[in-house]
């Protein structure tokens, strides 16, 4: 599915983030930025020694921070690594610290002139947000930024398997059904 907001493209598709042709990948990193397991591990397995070097330059982020690396061996050119919140009941800062981390990583997109970026679905594998809320959440955040003056053209989100693209797709067409702004192609 695929939309435009502006001057941009959102698009939903199902596949593996790390064979995403863009300027930027997203990484659903713990707060070490040292990898992990999910997209996270996949990611660092991938981009090779690279980034992890660059994130252990770095060191560790809060909860809805992004910092960028190197992409390595990857297709994209650069990594942005955010933190997403755990699931805990939905009061303890939760859809802030996943719209922070959604924010933050489109903001180094910018700060380090990238046009193209593909995102997960952060916080929905481990960390047990729930993929509806988090859904919500994400698009509504991309959506809202891209309606600003941005040089971000295109935005991927890069789902892993039908079930997360379905529910994606099922918020996608509530809120276009709800604003104008946003043409479905």
């Not at 502006?6 to 659903?28: K, W, Y």
């Not at 770095?58 to 699931?87: C, D, F, S, Y």
């Not at 910018?110 to 859904?135: N, W």
């Not at 709800?178 to 043409?183: G, T």
Request: aromatic content about 4%.
């Amino acid at each position: 599915m695929k939309v435009i907001i502006g001057t941009a493209t959102l698009e939903l598709v199902e596949g593996d983030i790390t064979r995403q042709t863009v300027d930027a990948i997203v990484n659903a990193a713990n707060t070490t930025l040292l990898g992990g397991g999910g997209v996270d591990g996949a990611i660092h397995r991938a981009g090779g020694p690279a980034i992890l070097e660059e994130c252990r330059k770095v060191g560790g982020r809060p909860t809805g921070e992004a910092v960028i690396t190197t992409g390595g061996n990857l297709p994209a050119k650069q990594v942005i690594h955010t933190v997403g919140p755990v699931w805990r009941d939905g009061s303890h800062r939760e859809p802030e610290l996943l719209q922070s981390a959604y924010k933050n990583s489109l903001i180094q997109a910018e700060r380090h002139r990238c046009s193209s970026i593909a995102f997960p679905s952060i916080s929905t594998g481990a960390y047990r947000f729930p993929l509806d809320k988090a859904s919500r959440i994400a698009l509504s955040t991309i959506i809202d930024h891209l309606k600003g003056t941005t040089p971000i053209t295109a935005v991927r989100f890069v789902l892993f398997d039908s079930a997360a693209r379905a529910t994606y797709e099922k918020t996608l067409h509530h809120l276009s059904a709800e604003d104008k702004d946003i043409k479905n192609v």
